[in-house]
């Protein structure tokens, strides 16, 4: 007796077709599990057993054959419980009904309740691509799973529940589609409550508008973290891919809340500076996204950048560039989405009063050096803004005057990113950070006194392709800002004051 059931697996945050077939025959009894299972797959014997016995079913005294396929694709986690235990008992006949536009994903406890698995999302979308009808899954993954348009997703509890559903009419409620509520990781601080460092906030505006990794540079006490906080609440609204994307990813982690069916704000990231270069770009076991993936769409803030290990900070590289996160292990290679903004804060020097207009600082010229050194140059080449951030005056911090709020500036940044997303329609290109090359070339025109400002500055400070072009991708957003189409000689000249820094504490 034979039967076949279908299931999805999980590749990073793609997903790929499984079908389970179970096959019972004559012969010792004994319960083989093939296909590439792991430990986690292997364990499943045991608990498809028990699940089967305390629902009051008969495990079948025969020899029976399980094949996870395709069988060269190595297969993780406890995810496959169910259609396992399903496939037994349509194969042993004790399920009448035809599986053949169902889809079965699920852990198992030992008296027959389904439990949450990871990934439900992208599995979800993998089955409606394939036409698949309907979809069970445990109840408390059912709010994700629910953002899928056109297919049933069948929350259930339990074994019962679903065979009450194929075999004796009792229909389980598919969940209803409705995502009209915003769910959210944090609550955003605002920026009104920040007094002066207004070229600050310039810088982080256009950051924002612009998708622009930046970096702070000044002593302790003068806000960089502060102002880093609040970039969430002025970043541009996502679109539905996006959420999509977001979700999926968090979904994966294990990291998405209970009842939250669609993240709709852009994920905010602050790992401290102990993490490891496999917490950053993700890895471990099973493969897990990292911070990177998990701030993909939104912000990676790095305070105290100078004091991550050298190697996670050099682990940013690739990720910047390609947008991408590649990890292979022994256990495979996986790809997980890293399209993120990264903001970084740090003092000038180990003491932090290097400039300061007050305080002398102690550093020798050897500590300056050192401390300096661990930012690379081709790291620092790939942040698009580098700002100071100075002291603030007393008349300033002591004022009763509100600062412009959050939602204004958020509604001239989501203004800038809305004829982004027009120039750039059927490009794959979000935002003038992602550029090519090309695009940079096609999109960026410059007016002549802009031309002529920006070879003067090109041949005089030396700069790379790379600085060029990410130049060329501020005074970009920042004509976007103005509502201009053509870069002017202002634009030019305030991205340019963007990249002095580096000159000013490296020498480069």
Known sequence: MFAKVKSEGLLGIESYDVEVEADLSSGMPRFDLVGLPDAAVKESRERVRASIKNCGY??????????????DIKKAGAVYDLPILIAILKAGKQIKANLDDYAFIGELSLDGELRRVNGVLPMVLRAKENNIGAVFVPYQNAFEASVV???????????????????????????????????TLGEALDFADVRGQNAAKRAIEIAAAGSHNIIMIGPPGTGKSMLAKRIGSIMPDMSFDEKIETTAIYSVAGMLPENVKLISKRPFRSPHHTISAQGLAGGGSNLRPGEISLAHNGVLFMDEFPEFDRRTKESLRQPLEDSTVTISRAGGTVSYPASLMVVAAMNPCPCGYLGHPTTQCKCTDAAKRKYQSKISGP?????????????VEYETISSKERAESSAQIKERVNKARQI????????????????????????CIMSQQADAMMKNSFEKLGMSGRAYDKIMRVARTIADLDGSEIIEINHIAEALQYRALDRKYWNI
């Not at 509890?157 to 769910?183: C, N, Q, Y």
């Not at 790291?379 to 002291?391: K, P």
């Not at 982004?420 to 999109?443: H, S």
């Open 58 to 71: 008969e495990f079948p005294l025969s020899r029976i054959t399980v094949n996870i396929a395709p069988a």
């Open 149 to 183: 348009q056109g297919i049933d997703i069948l929350p259930a509890r339990s074994i019962k529940e679903i065979i009450a559903h194929l075999d004796f009419g009792e229909l389980i409620t598919p969940v209803s589609h409705d995502i009209s509520e915003e769910e």
């Open 379 to 391: 790291l620092l080449d790939r942040m698009d803004i580098h700002i100071e951030v100075q002291n």
């Open 420 to 443: 982004q997303k027009k120039r750039f329609e059927g490009t794959g290109i979000t935002c003038n950070a992602k550029m090519t090359p090309a695009a940079t070339q096609k999109y």
